[in-house]
């Protein structure tokens, strides 16, 4: 009886831990992908759109078709550079002189004191700036915004020639379902940070890894410059049929010249064309990296990319974002001196929010102020750019790192009386 109640007891107990062990595992991984949900429920966009009529809707948002998360970039162009005031003529004709000897125009004193020049060529910026940095959008017209960044600073902002004033907005409530708003319908828009827990109508973001010649990144993927979420599709054709297959089934996608082999997650694997998701007329894939900025690969760099379910980084929510504050630091010139102070790059960027762009080959980076450690100048072509992470990048092919920048001005003596510094004189720019 002793023999036998003992083996019944064995028996039993190794039961009670095997179904132990099982509903543990089972609520271990429940909790790890709801922990994995969460990571991103906060990063979606959220806010309160008001209408000329005074209807009011809040909710999950997406601009036009594209931009749904607090890392995507909302673009348009400064109307007028304030930045101006610090410098005089003597300066101006200088940078217009130097620009137009790169330019191989023989007229350049003509051109150099044409005001209009100055303003719409040399000194008026893209601006280009993450949502969650945005505190509202105001609509004034068709093509201009004032836009009010989360210090309170305004910023008028002229959208022509960019999608992101002008589009639809959607608003997702959680009863109703997707509110579609024309551009016209629209007077504000007022971001708030996104609920925890909140459930995507939208589908789930795009994780993964991309192979390029220009390196291996890691991150939230942004698939021909607009596809970001699960439930968007790739459109293109086989041999034998038109597909349209949405993002959320697709385990990898590699670049085949000018069209692409498409592997799902059951296996299944097709050649697919004649789509500009799929051949030469891609614009481009997208790795958004949270701290360093954004890496666009064009389509003859890119080679392939692999998604996955688990996220390959933590996506920053609205209250992630550090309180905006004026680029400051120490500008060494080729001579050994040193300036300090709140600075104005290429007389445009003063605030940490930025964006510096550069290029690898015909890859892009967009990588935030606040992300760089320090920026070398190599010659007139390029510049060694160091973030604060520890990666480096020799960028070229933009005038934020070669010399077509229209130099540096250095609060070192307060906020009237800035140094002025041509470009062709920086020897090295150091952020705090």
Avoid: C
Wanted: no cysteine; glycine share 8%; charged share 30%.
């Amino acid at each position: 009886m002793t023999t036998k109640f003992t083996r019944s007891n064995s028996y039993t107990t190794t039961f009670i831990q095997r179904t132990f062990l099982f509903f543990a595992f089972v609520f271990a991984l429940t909790f790890t992908t709801n922990l994995s949900a969460q990571n991103h429920s906060e990063a979606w966009l959220y806010g309160k759109v008001t209408t000329w009529d005074g209807d009011v809707y809040e909710g999950q948002l997406r601009w036009g078709k594209e931009e749904a998360f607090w890392t995507d970039m909302f673009n348009a162009s400064k109307i007028d550079n304030e930045n101006l005031e610090y410098i005089d003529d003597r300066i101006k004709d200088k940078i217009a002189d130097n620009r137009n000897w790169q330019n191989g125009n023989r007229w350049g004193k003509w051109v150099s004191r044409n005001i209009s020049y100055y303003n719409n060529h040399d000194f008026t910026h893209q601006f280009s700036v993450q949502f969650g940095e945005i505190e509202s959008i105001k609509r004034k017209n068709s093509s201009k915004v004032y836009l009010t960044m989360r210090d309170g600073k305004q910023i008028k902002l002229n959208g022509d020639g960019y999608n992101d004033v002008g589009s639809k907005i959607r608003v997702y409530d959680p009863e109703i379902g997707k509110i579609e708003l024309n551009w016209s319908d629209v007077e504000m828009v007022e971001f708030k940070a996104t609920p925890k827990g909140l459930k995507s109508q939208i589908g789930e973001p795009l994780f993964g890894k991309v192979e390029s010649w220009t390196g291996t990144y890691e991150g939230y993927i942004i698939w021909d410059k607009d596809e970001r979420v699960s439930t968007d599709k790739l459109d293109g054709e086989t041999r034998d049929a038109d597909m349209s297959i949405e993002f959320g089934n697709i385990k990898s996608i590699k670049q085949r010249g000018n069209s692409s082999e498409v592997t799902l997650k059951s296996g299944r694997t097709y050649r697919m064309g004649d789509s500009n998701d799929v051949d030469n007329g891609n614009r481009g894939v997208i790795v958004a990296i949270p701290g360093q900025g954004r890496v666009v690969i064009d389509w003859d760099d890119f080679d392939e990319v692999t998604f996955t379910n688990k996220p390959s980084v933590e996506m920053i929510t609205y209250n992630s974002f550090a309180k905006p504050e004026k680029i400051y630091g120490t500008v060494t010139t080729e001579d050994g001196k040193a300036y300090t102070g709140n600075i104005i790059y290429d007389l445009d960027e003063s605030y940490s929010y930025e964006i510096l762009d550069g290029q690898i080959k015909d890859t892009e980076f967009e990588i935030p102020f606040r992300a760089i450690k320090s920026i070398q100048p190599r010659g007139g072509d390029e510049s060694m750019v160091v973030l604060k992470s520890g990666k480096k990048y020799e960028l070229e092919d933009s005038q934020d790192v070669n010399e077509r920048n229209t130099g540096i001005l250095v609060f070192d003596k307060g906020d009237d009386d800035p140094v002025y510094i041509f470009w062709e004189d920086v020897k090295q720019v150091d952020l705090k």
